[in-house]
Every structure is written in structure tokens, then in C-alpha cells.
């Protein structure tokens, strides 16, 4: 416990963006080929000798844990007026194997450069604790810190998914979240409006439906997740379902404004089996009860069969897939990643309920298969995308999840890049920001000191 | 009452006020919030009379024991406590657990209740109690009383005017720029406070 305050907290989302430029990134990356899954410290300060150089490459201890999402142990809800305690420190990373259910705490306080394991928990230990497995999104709270995990306490991790605690002094498992979990059966993402008490999570799927690749007649039959949940946040009870329609098929991640006064939010789902659009909806609260409905539509590209993988060759169309979004602190910009056409949108939502698309860059994508400006073959396509605090830069990766990469992308290489952000509104690669990871398959970006989606806010904006 | 036990619970509310743990920030953010500076005074009521409960209590406990067991015991009894609480809270993890923001008057009361009954604010003020002298300690219930409104006045007065400036004029800056580790100092007070009912 330190003296004075972590000084990487801020009352409020606004005042984040004050925030000095982010100098390093920790970027997941995933091994396939017999090798184990790493923590690479990228140099993003233009000013550095080693700028885009990997500065330190933890090699995990095991084989086959597939990183996917991360995050810190302490954020700007440390600052929360309830039980105020900045001097906890933002120091440590918590790293989920989403297939192996490890979880690797690491270290980034003696040397950021140079980040270190201290603690491991062992899939056994996670999952007799939670009665758990497969560990996702990480957030830290007003109990310490949550985590999503998306099957249930088994090797096969038969469902119900849902969210465990982890004390973010001692980094022990503290159990279960949920009371009185009702319908909800399907975990993925989850997120909160701190100012109303309310826990929001969604839905992908139970391991049986991942693990092994994207189950297409699955998907056509709806058996993939399209609702999200309601939840009180003090109580841990669920309040309410909100069904996006069966054939709104993986609803993933979980955006609320930033602004704990708000109560709406942007979640993305990843294909429409019906048209093989993708969609963002916005939920929002109305007279008590929590409302949902759908604010952009992002079409199918027709493709020739030829240019398109094997699932796809039947539909004649490349597919969105809205993988991952984001949004930067200021709640005015929306990043929409379409993995399957090779496209990052920006949307102005300033007015959430009528989105308008402002920018939008192109790499990769399963037809298209579209360069970096720098020349760079890219494989894949913008998948996890991070947001500087200051809402300037936005860097993105390109891979999803091993057994899914292979089915709608040949030997995919991973790639981290960034784009660079007018604050008006539009974006555009930077043709000199392109890192070829080869072999190694890139996942979550997070930035040093916190980024748009590391942290949460008690306290609304000032202004 | 003499005027050094006054200036002590006076002192111990000022400081109980500045503190962030004990209400003023909670009081902002509700006046953030709910737009409302009006909050920022009526929050106060129910966080005023949580702590001044918790106060009560804790010193209501002392007189119990006072009752049963000679005053020399029960002054080992207290120092031991404040410097066992002192020493508890500055070597445990984890912190007082309160997720709600959408809070009630009567939610803010029980908040501040358990807020300053888990900081041990009542026993901070027993040093105070105490060095009335052998000869007065069968007169001390009218007398807790007349101290602890004292005391909870001065916190309500300073907690108050520090929520309506930082809302008002200074802004959310002073929680970067101005924060100390009020646990220690808690801690600390409360040691040297069990330090000083053992010697006097």
C-alpha cells in the first residue's frame, strides 16, 4: 500500500484524457505450433530508441493456455466515494488462459519493461473455488476484482458461465459472484453503470460450442448467445433478460458510456444468420425498465466463392463478424471491429441512438485480404482494438480465437498496428506502426497506466 | 469539561471530517450525480447521525465496562484495544465492503454507521474520556454525551464545507493531487491513543 495515490486513477472518465501518452503496450500473443503463449512489452514512444521493437517477451511456463483478454488488478474505481483507497496500486496484470483456465498474475511495478509472473492459479484451484472454467474479461470493481469466465467448473466446462471475484490485495480467489443468477446460462463479457447499481453481462457460448471451431449449424439453429443480462450490482441478482432475437447469434462485448450519470451502452453481435449482417444495439433505461434495440447494421459484402474460406464458400458474401468494440472516454467515439470484411468503423455516438459512421480504415479481411499501407501482407483481420485514454490513438490486432482463426483465415500471422485519430472524426492507419508477429497470434492490447476500457468511473464528468 | 478534552473531540472531528472515508466525498459524488448542491446538505443529515451512532455505541460499551471491572482494568482493557485495533488496521488487506452508489438516507446513515464503526472512530475518542481523572468517572454519561455532540458538530461543520468546495470551486483535481494514505494516519492516532490512556 503506498503513501499518496496510484497516480494512474482519475475521478472521472474526462479527466482520464488528460492522461500522458501511453510509452508501453502489453500485447497477449498466442502460440499454436507446440510453443507456449506470451506477454509482449511493445515500445509505442515514438521518441524511444526501441520504438516498435518487442522490449521483453515473457514466455509463459505451460503450453496451450490461449491467451485472450487481460487486466489489471486496480483502476479508477479505487477512487469510489464508498470505501475510497487510491493507494492501492495499478501494478499487477492479470492474465487468463481462456482454454487452459490458468490465470498468470504478473508483475509490472520493478520494471515495467520488463514484467514478471508472481503468482499462478492452476485451472484445478480456479475451478473447484468458482465452480468455473475458461476465465475472460477482467475488470476491476467495487469488491475487488471481477472476472467473467464462460464454462462451468469442469474439464468439459458445461455451463452455466458467469463471474467470479479475486481480492485485489491478497490475489486470492474469493468465489462466485452471482446470488440468484435466474435464466442466465451463457456467459462472455460484462461491464457496469456504477452510478445505477447495475451490472450488465452477455453471451457467447459454453466451451462445447467454441472450443473445437465456430459450429455453423449451431449457429443457424440459434444456439449461439443473443441476449444480454441485467443485474444488481449490490445484491448479485439477476433482473432482467434482454433477447436480441435468435438470430442475432454471439452477443459480445459490452460498452456502457463512461459516464456513471448514463444508463446506455453499445454491444456488438457478431453475425445475423438470416442476412449474415452484424449488428450494434444500444441498451438504455426507460421508466425503470432496461430497453434494447439495434442502431447500426453493417451489411454482408458479396465475394466471389473463391475468395472466401470454406464456411463461407455456400453464402457467396463475406460476413462483418463484429468481433470486439470500443469506446474512448469521452463516450463520443465508438470502434467497430469487422473481423470477416477486414474493416475498422468509427461511429460519432454522441447520439447513441443514431450512431453515424465517420471513419473507417481497411486491412486484411477473409476476401478483400487487404495490405497495410506500409506494404505489409495482413492476414486476418482489426480484431481487439484498444483506445489511448487521450481518445487520439487506437491499436488493434488481428487475431480471434485459434480454432476460429483457422477456419475463416489461411496461416494467420499475427500483426499489431495503429491508427491515428482526428478529433473531428475520421481515422487512418499510420503506415510507419505495423508489427509483424509471424507465428505468434496477437490478441488484447492493454496500455501502460490504463486505456479506454482498463477502467471504471464513480464519480460523473465535471464539465 | 476542561478545555483540552474540549479542543481534543473538537480536533478528533475536524480531522474525522477532512478525512474522505467519513462522508464528504460520498456527499459530491451524490451531488454530482443527482445535480443538486442541496445534496450536498441533506446528505449530511443521515451521515452526521451514522457516525455519531457509532460513536454512541462505542462509548456506551465503555461505560458498561467501566460498570462491571475496577477503572484501572478497564483503562488497560481500552488501550488495549485502540493499539490492537491501530495495529489491525495497518497490517490487514482488504478493505470495508460497500458497492452501492444509489444510496438512500437511510443507506448513508448505515453506511457512515458501519464506515466509522469500522474505522474504530469511537475508540479514537476514548483517550479523551479518560483523562478526566480517578475522581470524575461516575459523572461521565451527561458529559459523553455534551462531548460527543461536540465532536460530530465539528465533523458535520468541516465535512461539509469541504464537500461544497470541492463540488463547488476546487473539483475532482484534489483527489489527485492532494491525497495521503488516511489509513496510516488512523492507524497511528489510534496507537498513540491506547499508548496514552495506559500512561495517564
Known sequence: ??????????????????????????????????????????????????????VSELVLPNIGDELHHFGWNACSAHLCPY?????????????????????????????????????TIEPEELMEKTGYSRPHT???????????????????????????????????????WENDRGPQFYAYDFWWHLGHDRVVTSEWATPDLFENGLNLEAAVGGRYGHKIHIWDLKSHNHLQELDL????????????SKNPK???????????????????????????????????????????????????????????????????????????????????????????????????????????????????????????????????????????????????????????????????????LDKNFFMDFGDQRTHQVRLQGGDSSSDSFCFPNED | MEHGQLYFFLLLGLYHGINPGMGWLFSVSIAMQKESTSKIFISHIPIALGHLASLAVTIFIYYLISDFVSQKTTKIIFALVLIGFGAYKLLKKGHFNWVKMNVTNFDLFLWSFLMASSHGAGLMLIPG???????????????????????????????????????????????????????????????????FIFFF
Open chain 1, 262 to 428: 448514463n444508463t446506455y451502452g453499445f454491444v456488438g453481435v457478431v453475425v445475423n444468420t438470416q442476412d449474415l449482417s452484424a449488428s450494434i444495439w444500444t441498451w438504455y433505461l426507460e421508466k425503470d425498465q432496461w430497453k434494447i434495440k439495434k442502431t447500426i447494421t453493417i451489411p454482408a459484402q458479396p465475394a466471389a466463392a473463391e475468395d472466401l474460406p470454406a464456411p463461407l464458400k455456400q453464402f457467396g458474401a463475406a460476413p462483418p463478424l463484429i468481433t470486439d468494440i470500443n469506446l474512448s472516454l469521452d463516450d463520443k467515439f465508438l470502434y467497430v471491429s469487422c473481423w470477416g470484411t477486414g474493416e475498422l468503423h468509427q461511429y460519432d455516438v454522441s447520439d447513441p441512438f443514431s450512431p453515424k459512421l465517420v471513419g473507417m480504415v481497411e486491412i486484411g479481411g477473409v476476401a478483400k485480404k487487404k495490405a497495410h499501407p506500409s506494404g505489409a501482407p495482413a492476414t486476418g483481420g482489426p480484431q481487439m482494438v484498444e483506445v489511448s485514454r487521450d481518445g487520439k490513438r487506437v491499436y488493434f490486432t488481428n487475431s480471434l480465437y485459434s480454432s476460429w482463426d483457422d477456419q475463416f483465415y489461411d496461416d494467420i500471422k499475427g500483426w499489431f498496428v495503429k491508427a491515428d485519430v482526428n478529433p473531428n472524426g475520421g481515422i487512418e
Open chain 2, 129 to 195: 474520556f479518560n483523562y478526566e481523572g480517578d475522581h470524575l468517572i461516575h459523572h461521565l454519561e451527561h458529559f459523553g454525551f455534551i462531548a460527543l455532540v461536540f465532536h460530530t458538530l465539528a465533523m458535520l461543520v468541516v465535512s461539509m464545507i469541504l464537500a461544497f468546495s470541492v463540488y463547488k470551486v476546487i473539483g475532482l483535481k484534489i483527489l489527485r493531487s492532494s491525497w495521503v494514505n488516511f489509513d496510516y494516519i488512523w492507524s497511528f492516532v489510534l496507537i498513540v491513543g491506547g499508548l
Open chain 1, 138 to 176: 477482467i475488470h476491476c470493481g467495487p469488491e475487488g476484482i471481477y472476472v467473467s469466465a464462460l464454462g462451468g467448473g469442469t474439464k468439459s466446462g458445461e455451463g452455466p458461465g458467469g463471474i467470479f471475484l479475486i481480492d485485489h490485495e491478497t490475489l486470492e480467489i474469493k468465489g462466485q
Open chain 1, 83 to 119: 470505501a475510497p483507497h487510491p493507494d492501492v496500486e495499478r501494478r499487477y496484470l492479470l492474465v487468463p488462459g481462456l482454454r487452459s483456465s490458468r490465470m498468470y498474475i504478473i508483475d509490472t511495478k520493478d520494471n515495467p519493461k520488463e514484467p514478471k509472473i508472481i503468482k
Open chain 1, 245 to 256: 432475437g435468435k438470430e442475432n447469434q454471439m452477443v459480445l462485448e459490452l460498452r456502457p
Open chain 1, 1 to 54: 500500500m503506498a503513501l499518496t495515490a496510484d497516480k494512474t486513477f482519475y475521478p472521472t472518465a474526462k479527466m482520464a484524457m488528460d492522461a500522458p501518452k501511453e510509452e508501453l503496450a502489453y500485447v497477449a500473443t498466442l502460440n499454436v505450433k507446440g510453443k507456449p503463449d506470451s506477454l509482449c512489452t511493445v515500445d509505442v514512444n515514438p521518441e524511444s530508441s526501441s520504438y516498435l521493437n518487442t
